[in-house]
C-alpha cells in the first residue's frame, strides 16, 4: 500500500516556476514507477510525466516536454515536479500516482496509487 501527499501549487503568474512534491508512505515506493498528472476543469485528466523506479528512465508529454523536470529521492520518499515557463494552459489539478510496476507502461492503467491533488492556477 502507498499513501501520497502532493504539495507545493499555488496561483503564480505566466512564466513563473514551481516545484511539487509528492510524499509517499508505504514501503513499495522505492520499487515503483510514479508518475504525475493533471486535470484541467471540464476536461480528462491526462498524462504529464513518469520516472522508473531508480530514476533511470524519464517520460514526458509533449504537452509539457522541455518546461518540466520529474525527478525522485527515494531516500526521502518523496517525487517532484520542476514546472518552468508556466502558461495559463497548465491550470489544472496536479496529481502524482504510483505504478503496480517499476517502470512507466503507458496509458494509466497500472497507476493504482492516487494522491488527493494539489491545485496550480496561473494567471495570464
Known amino acids: 500500500q502507498v499513501r501520497l501527499v502532493e504539495s507545493g501549487g499555488g496561483l503564480v503568474q505566466a512564466g513563473a516556476s514551481l516545484r511539487l512534491s509528492c510524499a509517499a508512505s508505504?514501503?513499495?515506493?522505492?520499487?515503483?514507477?510514479m508518475g504525475w498528472f493533471r486535470q484541467a476543469p471540464g476536461k480528462e485528466r491526462e498524462f504529464v510525466a513518469a520516472i522508473s523506479w531508480n530514476g533511470d528512465n524519464v517520460y514526458y508529454d509533449n504537452s509539457m516536454a522541455g518546461r518540466v523536470t520529474i525527478s525522485r529521492d527515494n531516500a526521502k520518499n518523496t517525487l517532484y515536479l520542476q514546472m518552468n515557463d508556466l502558461k495559463s494552459e497548465d491550470t489544472a489539478v496536479y496529481y502524482c500516482?504510483?505504478?503496480?510496476?517499476?517502470?512507466?507502461?503507458?496509458?494509466?492503467?497500472?497507476?493504482?496509487?492516487w494522491g488527493q491533488g494539489t491545485q496550480v492556477t496561473v494567471s495570464p
Open positions: 508505504g514501503r513499495t515506493f522505492k520499487t515503483n514507477a
Open positions: 500516482a504510483g505504478s503496480i510496476y517499476n517502470d512507466h507502461r503507458g496509458g494509466t492503467n497500472h497507476y493504482v496509487y
